[in-house]
């Protein structure tokens, strides 16, 4: 099945050592987004690439960063994470082809602890 | 500023009883609304959209632009209906993205 894949599910960094987390699409959509959704709370978006294009959310902090080197994939890097950053950080795709809606496929997500 | 508003956090019903989730949003000209739910243990994933006007699992949601709503609806909760729901409008000025609700978590109790 077509499917949006992230991995790894689980991760555990230590308080200040870089992290990178990653997704894959098998649905050939062009743009893909990276949330964030700490406990009890909203997805928020951090950015996300239409095509190549990046496009960061004005409040995300600087300690994130993303990677698009292909339609498929897409990293998060998380040079320093402090212990604000444990979260379940979700990967969706869309298509925003003519005559397609906005319909987000959300992958499972990676909780990420920071000890 | 654009915004979406879940005002309940939490609703519980019974089994056989009517729900409803409350969206409004305050966002001008006509906007795109979705609403997302998570079942638990499961990827977020689309419910239903407003344009297409569908029902989904015997919900339904309509567009009230005089009161700038986006109720979801169900004459009769089901337990598996168990889930958090999310209200979500795409943003103007850039149609990819998406603004999620802070979230109802329903409840549906035997």
């Given at each position: 099945d077509a499917m949006v894949i992230q991995n790894p599910r689980y991760q555990v960094t230590q308080f200040g050592k870089p992290v990178t987390l990653s997704c894959s699409q098998?649905?050939?959509?062009?743009v893909m987004y990276w949330y964030q959704q700490k406990s009890s709370q909203a997805p928020k978006l951090l950015f996300h690439y239409y095509d190549k294009d990046f496009n960061n959310e004005?409040?995300?902090?600087?300690n994130f960063q993303s990677r698009r080197p292909n339609t498929s994939f897409c990293f998060l890097d998380i040079r320093s994470p402090g212990l604000g950053d444990a979260a379940m950080y979700l990967c969706a795709t869309s298509s925003l082809m003519?005559?397609?809606?906005?319909e987000q496929f959300f992958g499972p997500g990676t909780r990420l602890t920071v000890l | 500023a654009q915004r979406v508003t879940q005002p309940e956090k939490l609703l519980s019903v019974f089994k056989g009883a009517p729900v409803e989730l409350k969206c409004n949003y305050s966002y001008s000209g006509s906007p795109e609304l979705f609403w997302y739910v998570q079942y638990s243990r499961q990827r977020l994933q689309l419910l239903?959209?407003?344009?297409?006007r569908e029902s989904i699992k015997g919900f339904t949601a309509d567009l009230n632009k005089g009161e700038t709503s986006f109720h979801l609806k169900k004459p009769f909760a089901q337990e598996e209906d168990s889930a958090m729901y999310y209200c979500a409008p795409v943003t103007q000025g850039g149609s990819e993205k998406l603004v999620f609700g802070k979230g109802t978590k329903l409840t549906v109790n035997p």
């Amino acid at each position: 099945d077509a499917m949006v894949i992230q991995n790894p599910r689980y991760q555990v960094t230590q308080f200040g050592k870089p992290v990178t987390l990653s997704c894959s699409q098998t649905l050939n959509h062009n743009v893909m987004y990276w949330y964030q959704q700490k406990s009890s709370q909203a997805p928020k978006l951090l950015f996300h690439y239409y095509d190549k294009d990046f496009n960061n959310e004005a409040d995300t902090p600087d300690n994130f960063q993303s990677r698009r080197p292909n339609t498929s994939f897409c990293f998060l890097d998380i040079r320093s994470p402090g212990l604000g950053d444990a979260a379940m950080y979700l990967c969706a795709t869309s298509s925003l082809m003519t005559g397609a809606d906005n319909e987000q496929f959300f992958g499972p997500g990676t909780r990420l602890t920071v000890l | 500023a654009q915004r979406v508003t879940q005002p309940e956090k939490l609703l519980s019903v019974f089994k056989g009883a009517p729900v409803e989730l409350k969206c409004n949003y305050s966002y001008s000209g006509s906007p795109e609304l979705f609403w997302y739910v998570q079942y638990s243990r499961q990827r977020l994933q689309l419910l239903l959209r407003h344009i297409s006007r569908e029902s989904i699992k015997g919900f339904t949601a309509d567009l009230n632009k005089g009161e700038t709503s986006f109720h979801l609806k169900k004459p009769f909760a089901q337990e598996e209906d168990s889930a958090m729901y999310y209200c979500a409008p795409v943003t103007q000025g850039g149609s990819e993205k998406l603004v999620f609700g802070k979230g109802t978590k329903l409840t549906v109790n035997p």
